[in-house]
């Protein structure tokens, strides 16, 4: 069972609503991640969190937050968003980080719309 | 930096034709090889990865071997399936557990 859940699947919010992405996954994972897929375009790496630390944060504007409450669940906080930040959002999960061979398993996506 | 470079597309194929799609990789290190597909809507799935060199990852009929000499990792399958349609991710994780992604090449099968 590689399942990665993410609510909701849909968001449309205003450029001043504060709203949040949420993603979980009962594996055991040890690593969880956040990518930002626009239309015709590879997911780009947002942030990464290893044995629930933040490990990597690709510069990432501070208009998203992310949030690790524990090994299972990870949240995007969303704040003044801009239209341009409308696309995909994928999380992901692994099993162990520092392991060759670790293996990403993403979730079906939050789709994003900021109006 | 690492990076993942793969053919572009649209791929237009008739039912039952032999695929190949392109993939060569710049690493510094010791690199894991991933193929990703997405269909329409939905997120990545894992299709099949190699961790080293000689390796052969295989999955539904796709297979594609990690080559370290030419640095490629090619996605191959025999008979392609109108539900093969989809776009497919080239990936390689580095030593530092990055993972990037090539552009993407979109594979549409004929009936």
């Known amino acids: 069972d590689t399942e990665v859940t993410q609510t909701p699947k849909h968001l449309v919010m205003g450029m001043t609503n504060k709203k949040s992405l949420k993603c979980e996954q009962h594996m055991g994972h040890r690593a969880m991640y956040w990518y930002k897929q626009k239309a015709k375009k590879p997911p780009e790496l947002m942030f990464v969190?290893?044995?629930?630390?933040?490990?990597i944060n690709e510069s990432v504007p501070s208009r998203f937050s992310p949030e690790c409450p524990n090994s299972s669940l990870l949240n995007l906080h969303l704040h003044a968003l801009q239209p341009e930040d409308s696309a995909l959002y994928l999380c992901?999960?692994?099993?162990?980080?520092?392991?060759?061979?670790?293996?990403?398993?993403f979730g079906e996506g939050s789709w994003l719309t900021v109006v | 930096g690492d990076s993942v470079t793969q053919m572009e597309g649209p791929v237009t194929l008739s039912e039952e034709a032999f695929l190949t799609i392109n993939c060569t990789y710049t690493?510094?290190?010791?690199?894991?090889l991933f193929w990703y597909v997405q269909y329409p809507g939905e997120g990545l799935q894992l299709l099949l990865k190699?961790?080293?060199?000689?390796d052969k990852g295989s999955n539904k009929g796709f297979e594609a071997t990690y080559r370290k000499e030419t640095t490629s990792f090619h996605l191959e399958k025999g008979s392609v399936q109108v539900s093969d349609s989809a776009v497919y991710f080239c990936?390689?994780?580095?030593?530092?557990?990055?993972?990037?992604f090539g552009s993407g090449t979109k594979l549409n099968v004929k009936p």
């Open positions: 992901a999960s692994s099993q162990d980080p520092d392991r060759d061979g670790n293996t990403i398993y």
């Open positions: 190699a961790t080293k060199a000689d």
């Open positions: 969190y290893s044995y629930e630390k933040l490990s």
């Open positions: 990936a390689l994780r580095d030593d530092f557990n990055k993972f990037y």
């Open positions: 690493a510094t290190g010791y690199p894991s």
